[in-house]
């Protein structure tokens, strides 16, 4: 078990520059996300790790040991890539022992750390297959097996599940929760899919443009994002995000929401407003109610998912994404009352998109539906 540290690490190509300057502090035994839109520097942070590529300037560590000079093959890491190109001209067998083979491990060790591999990951009935008598999910997880027979202390995985169908993608998702639990090693995993990454990691470290947004645990990314960003990038449906402006005086904030207006709860805010402030109102699709409230709304869209809908409701100027039981009977062009519950809106500030809301939240526990129609 082994932490991995990024001290300031920036990385320039030419006059790119893909990591302004990178600080994370991943724990031992962690299974960290790198989160983030495409061309966010998640390989790249990932690549430097492995040593593939160097870091312009900052310091990697490993434990406790700088690994900036050493090569790929001093760093005890593991590295599985989205194309797990495995050789077809071997078995099942070879190709897992490949690794072993190459590092000279003695011949007579081999087979019982493959077998060993091939138990963990199921694979003992398909040794002796060739790669193109495997499906997808069983040619992944010989690209696991490759990487885990050589017992690194840490396991770097870039999008090593974006190449399978949706079916499979939720079994891998799975078997690598149930792997990362039973071998309790480090494991830093790159993601463009938010699915994968909340579902699956101890944090989330959520880049975008090169720069760390967030480094936080699944729960605390989703109840209480950093800022307009990380709101609006985590969670599917993705929350909506409305322009609006707080009026504070006498102790009281009054938010004004395009036409709609309401009195935040007093201490929502990590600091009380003066004047009139421009902000970003996040609010989730669970979080507005239909149905009861002084407001109205009027319903244009319902998508029926099966065990729930998502409906899309006008309220004010605002179109607000809004999740219903599925047996909901909601239809579009239905006027209906309407109210946000107002202790869970995610408020930030414009001009930075910085979370403005005291850090009392999370505590109020998980959301519950709330449509009463
Ligand atoms: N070898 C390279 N040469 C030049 N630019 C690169 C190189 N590798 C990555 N980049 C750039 O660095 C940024 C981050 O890329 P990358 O780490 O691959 O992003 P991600 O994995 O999050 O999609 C992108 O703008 C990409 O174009
Ligand atoms: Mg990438």
Redesign the pocket.
């Known amino acids: 078990m082994v932490t991995v540290t990024f001290d300031k690490v920036r990385k320039e ?2 006059t ?1 520059v ?1 990591l302004p300057g990178l600080d994370l502090a991943i724990g031992s035994g962690e299974f960290v996300s790198l989160l ?1 839109p ?8 990932l690549r430097m790790l492995a040593g593939l590529e160097q870091p312009t300037s900052g310091r990697i560590l490993i434990g406790d040991r700088p690994v900036n000079n050493l090569a790929p093959g001093e760093r005890d890491i593991a590295m599985v890539f989205q194309s797990y190109a495995l050789y077809p001209h071997m078995t099942v067998a070879q190709n897992i022992a490949y690794p072993l083979r190459k590092r000279g491990v003695p011949k007579a060790e081999r087979p019982a750390r493959v077998k060993a591999v091939a138990d963990l990951l199921q694979l003992g009935p398909l040794l002796e297959r060739k790669p193109r008598q495997l499906s997808g999910g069983q040619q992944q997880r010989v690209a696991l097996g490759r990487a885990l027979v050589r017992e690194p202390k840490v396991f770097l995985l870039d999008e090593p599940l974006s190449n399978l169908d949706a079916q499979l993608r939720a079994h891998m998702r799975a078997e690598l929760i149930e792997l990362h639990r039973r071998l309790g090693k480090t494991m830093v995993y ?1 993601t ?1 899919d938010q699915l994968e990454a909340m579902t699956m990691s101890t944090r989330i470290a959520v ?1 975008r443009g ?1 720069e760390l947004q967030q480094f936080a645990t699944p729960a605390e990314i989703y109840h209480r994002p950093a800022n307009a960003f990380v709101a609006g990038f985590i969670g599917t449906p993705a929350m909506t995000l409305a322009d609006g402006e707080i009026a504070a005086g006498q102790g009281r904030a009054m938010l004004k929401l395009g036409t709609l207006q309401m009195e935040l709860p007093p201490d929502h805010l990590s600091q009380a407003p003066t004047g009139v402030l421009p902000v970003t109102v996040g609010v989730r699709p669970e979080d507005v109610v239909l149905g009861a409230g002084d407001g109205q709304a009027s319903i244009r869209v319902v998508e029926p998912t099966g065990h729930e809908s998502i409906v899309l409701a006008n309220a004010g100027d605002v179109v607000f994404t809004v999740r219903v039981p599925g047996d909901s009977p909601l239809r579009p062009g239905d006027t209906v009352p309407f109210d946000l519950r107002r202790e869970r809106l995610h408020i930030f500030e414009r001009a930075s998109g910085r979370r403005l809301n005291a850090d009392r939240d999370l505590a109020s526990g998980p959301a519950r539906l709330s449509v009463t129609v």
């Not at 061309?39 to 942070?45: A, E, F, I, P, R």
Request: with cysteine.
């Open positions: 190509f030419g790119m893909a983030g495409s061309g966010c520097g998640k390989t790249t942070t790159v463009h880049m090169g």
